[in-house]
């Protein structure tokens, strides 16, 4: 080998070892649902942008991400460096000092732009620590066609009673089509997500002032007792195994006549590439039966840096980029605007393009910003939270209790014993842990 070329391989060379060596990994823990997807797909054009970081994927099913990134972050192992967690999470992590503040933003991020009710619940002593990649409340969304054919039309408040009534009519086994679909999977932020909001609005709630746990109650027995029936008699086989995303198939199927849950889907189920029902899904607010207090929750999957990471610096660039309006703006263009994040941004709202093919848009704003996280239940109570209650105890709890309800569904455990149990647990978890001396 000439010496020339010799001199000319080792330069490039070193010039590739250095380019390596000067490359951050930043590992991304988040969450299989249809946004986080796009968020991925899109990423290349953050990598383009930003050519000495590299992107590492963990996708994961919401119940096992929340297992892994809570010890994760918990033990400081430095796992990830990006987390998708929930507003739940964010305030009591940020107490822990398990997360990196996010401060001096840059102006063009424009964080006052991040509606209030959202930025407010990811915050701690005033500073933010997680930026919103989405947020949602809950609602009903319905079938128009089928409501047509049966001849019912939707009032602008349903209860539940309305919805036992129509399950029943719209129920079609033979032709695969079912009333009514919900959450069943067992998890505080799967079938109690659902169930939480529902027994509010039945009188209910977790605990009373002395924290004592208020499971075994005439309201939990009634909102558990409907939602039971209404699943055994109108809802999809293998209910109990059903989550946010196995729910949002089967409507997008054209399989569910009624299902309530999260916001969001509204952008999945009026999208045509994802939905076969897109030109027939009405919606409405979530469902109230003795109280419209808590009846629809509020609820952000957000993109936090952990203390443990390495690489914070390039978090936070990949932070702000994916909750940018620049983002949104993304993936209006390459996805079209009712796949874009819903529940962050004013900006988005205001945004013709936007609110011209989501007829969805102006009810989700409303029902976020009307989801009172400190006014959620009937009697007074002592937590803060709608669907959750937000102390570090509530995730075992909530849980379990949703592991009894799940055995109810399935036909396992009588609904009272499951209840009794329930209470009892719940009752020993918070006596250890302090609550109510």
Not at 27 to 41: A, R, S
Not at 58 to 70: D, F, K, P
Not at 202 to 222: C, H, L, N, S, V
Request: glycine share 8%; aromatic share 10%; charged share 20%.
């Amino acid at each position: 080998m000439k010496l020339s070329t010799l001199a000319t391989w080792v330069t490039v060379s070193l010039s590739s070892i250095a380019a390596a060596q000067a490359t951050t990994t930043v590992t991304i823990g988040t969450v299989n649902n249809g946004d986080m997807i796009i968020m991925q797909k899109l990423s290349s054009e953050f990598e383009k942008q930003n050519p000495d970081i590299k992107l590492d994927w963990v996708v994961l099913e919401e119940n096992v991400l929340r297992q892994r990134i809570t010890t994760d972050i918990a033990t400081k192992s430095g796992q990830f460096d990006v987390a998708t967690v929930g507003i739940y999470e964010v305030p009591i992590w940020a107490k822990q000092g398990w997360l990196k503040p996010l401060e001096n933003l840059p102006a063009d991020y424009d964080e006052s732009d991040l509606l209030k009710t959202v930025r407010e619940g990811l915050s701690y002593e005033g500073k933010l620590y997680a930026a919103p990649f989405y947020a949602e409340s809950s609602m009903l969304f319905y079938r128009t066609d089928l409501f047509q054919k049966a001849g019912l039309s939707m009032p602008e408040q349903p209860t539940w009673e309305n919805v036992k009534e129509w399950a029943a009519k719209l129920t079609d086994k033979a032709g695969d089509v079912y009333g009514i679909c919900l959450r069943g999977k067992p998890g505080w932020g799967e079938n109690m997500a659902f169930l939480s909001s529902m027994i509010n609005t039945y009188g209910g709630q977790w605990f009373d002032m002395k924290w004592q746990p208020t499971i075994d109650t005439p309201e939990w027995k009634a909102a558990i007792g409907d939602y039971v029936e209404l699943l055994n008699k109108y809802g999809p086989p293998g209910a109990a195994a059903n989550g946010f995303n196995e729910t949002l198939t089967l409507f997008a199927n054209g399989k569910c006549a009624m299902w309530v849950d999260a916001t969001v889907a509204a952008g999945l189920l009026y999208n045509p590439k994802e939905s076969k029902v897109a030109d027939k899904v009405g919606f409405a607010q979530a469902p109230i039966a003795k109280t419209p207090k808590g009846s629809h929750w509020l609820w952000s999957w957000t993109l936090a840096i952990p203390l443990s990471s390495d690489a914070q610096e390039a978090a936070q660039k990949f932070v702000l980029w994916a909750t940018s309006k620049s983002y949104i703006q993304l993936v209006g263009e390459k996805d079209g605007w009712t796949s874009v994040p819903p529940g962050t941004r004013t900006s988005t709202y205001e945004n013709p393009k936007y609110t011209e093919v989501a007829p969805f848009a102006k009810p989700v704003l409303e029902a976020i910003e009307t989801a009172n996280p400190t006014d959620q239940t009937l009697n007074p109570r002592p937590y803060i939270g709608i669907q959750y209650v937000g102390i570090p105890e509530f995730q075992a709890i909530g849980t379990q209790v949703g592991q009894s309800i799940a055995a109810v569904l399935s036909g396992q455990m009588p609904l009272e014993q499951a209840l009794k149990s329930a209470q009892a647990s719940a009752a020993r978890t918070m006596r250890q842990a302090g609550y109510g001396k």
